[in-house]
């Protein structure tokens, strides 16, 4: 007998061979195809629940200079496979610090409240680099480890012997970088079978029926403490970044926290999400990859104003500034990204220089102050210094209207069959600052 599980895997392959073929078709045929591949692609969820005591709460740690951001793709994953949303906390503290014990005082707090909050005995904890080593203080208290089922350490600190443990690492996964490991589907599934008991049936992150909702943070990077700012939403033109309407799609007043949503969303629409604040004339502009499911842990990383970001980034009226990241380290080495930026119909630049690593899942673009008007692909001071960061010097025209556009595509490891594209207005750096963020996944054919 085929179980529901098992029927809703049946569904989910259907949908993955649609989602992985293409074609030309025309006539009579094409839309019945059409229908039938919009049907099976947006009919994939859910799976059913697992049950309450297999899917104990899972709490996750970030490591330096990390955030909630680092769990958002599995955790995706996770609820596909029937874990519920609300049983994946993740806790946010200071990614730039270095108090190791004050963060295990502070897990103490998340997983009490975690706790009270299921009514439960145990949950699962996993932690990235440094916070395994947050995670190995807390579990080194006998009280603490009692409230742990099971443990997952990330490319950090080794497993502890309190509680069952496994530790996906760089070794384990050839090729894969030390942020990648938390954030890859081979790196999902070992982690899913670990603390389900099988493996998953959906691995590939795909469309969702229901409506995409969205909540999270506005984080000032790296501290993770909440950026007090208004968050408007605008639905926007994926090929040229501008907004389609007069009015937002959304606008929240964010507090001291940062806090904002749920939101829903179109599925696979292109959004603008804009920080603005009384204090200062600079907005923030992010363009996120287009979600085309749910998720609990947007973060939007930010910074004030006046902050060390904006200080080291030469601004003026003439150029656009950006930062491009994903939570996948850009390789420009071995199986390298291809990662062009194109102003207008001009000629693509490739950004990805040798000089940039293997290291870096933050790039800081911008003219250099040394050599204005030019782009000299050469690194920015102060950004490689920083964890996980480093800077280019590329010279991307600016507009006082922003009536230009600025495309970036990255192909993730070369892979054409997977291209990435976002689009942005060429906003001054004056009083614009612009961050992309792509997804660490990629769907073949993905926009």
């Known amino acids: 007998m085929i179980n529901s599980r098992a029927l809703g895997a049946i569904a989910v392959a259907a949908a993955l061979v649609l989602t992985g073929c293409s074609g030309d078709g025309d006539g009579d045929d094409a839309a019945p195809a059409a229908e039938q591949a919009t049907q099976e692609v947006e009919g994939t969820d859910p799976l059913p629940a697992l049950p309450d005591d297999v899917a104990l709460p899972i709490v996750f740690v970030h490591g330096f200079a990390g955030s909630a951001q680092q769990i958002e793709s599995n955790a995706m994953r996770f609820v596909a496979n029937g874990y519920p949303e609300d049983r994946i906390v993740a806790y946010d503290h200071d990614g730039a610090g270095l108090d190791i014990p004050g963060y295990a005082a502070g897990l103490t707090e998340v997983v009490d409240e975690t706790l009270a909050e299921f009514d439960v005995e145990q949950v699962y904890l996993i932690g990235h680099s440094r916070g395994t080593g947050v ?3 807390f579990l080194g208290d006998p009280a603490q480890a009692a409230k742990v089922a099971k443990y997952i350490a990330i490319d950090g600190r080794p497993c502890v012997d309190v509680v069952p443990c496994i530790a996906p690492t760089q070794e384990l996964f050839p090729g894969q970088s030390h942020v990648e490991v938390a954030t890859s589907p081979e790196s999902f599934a070992m982690q899913y079978e670990f603390l389900v008991g099988e493996a998953p ?7 969702q029926r229901a409506p995409v909702e969205i909540s999270g943070r506005a984080v000032n990077f790296p501290a993770n403490t909440g950026r007090d700012a208004t968050l408007d939403i605008w639905a926007i033109d994926p090929d040229t970044g501008a907004r389609t309407g007069d009015e937002p799609h959304a606008t929240e007043e964010l507090g001291p926290d940062g806090e904002f949503g749920p939101i829903e969303l179109e599925n696979g629409a292109s959004y603008e999400y804009a920080l603005s604040s009384d204090a200062s004339p600079v907005v923030h502009h992010l363009y996120l990859q287009p979600y085309v499911r749910s998720s609990a842990f947007v973060r939007l990383l930010s910074s004030e104003p006046d902050g060390t970001v904006r200080q080291n980034t030469n601004v ?9 990241m994903r939570m996948r380290e850009w390789h420009a080495e071995g199986d390298a990204d291809v990662l062009e930026f194109r102003v207008d119909d001009g000629e693509p630049i490739d950004a990805m220089t040798d000089f940039v690593g293997n290291a870096a899942i933050g790039l ?3 003219d250099d102050a040394a050599t204005p008007g030019e782009s000299t ?7 490689g210094e920083q964890p996980f960061q480093s800077g280019i010097d590329i ?8 009536d230009g556009t600025i495309t970036v595509t990255n192909l993730p490891r070369g892979d054409a069959d997977r291209p990435q594209t976002l689009v942005t207005p060429n906003w001054p750096s004056s009083e614009h600052t612009v961050s992309l963020v792509f997804s660490d996944w990629a769907a073949r054919g993905a926009g």
């Open 135 to 137: 995670s190995g203080l």
């Open 316 to 324: 003026g009226e003439d150029h656009t500034a950006l930062v491009v």
């Open 377 to 383: 692909l050469e690194k920015l001071p102060y950004f």
């Open 395 to 402: 010279f991307l025209p600016a507009s006082a209207d922003a």
């Open 201 to 207: 049936e959906v691995v590939d992150i795909v469309p």
């Open 364 to 366: 800081h673009i911008h």
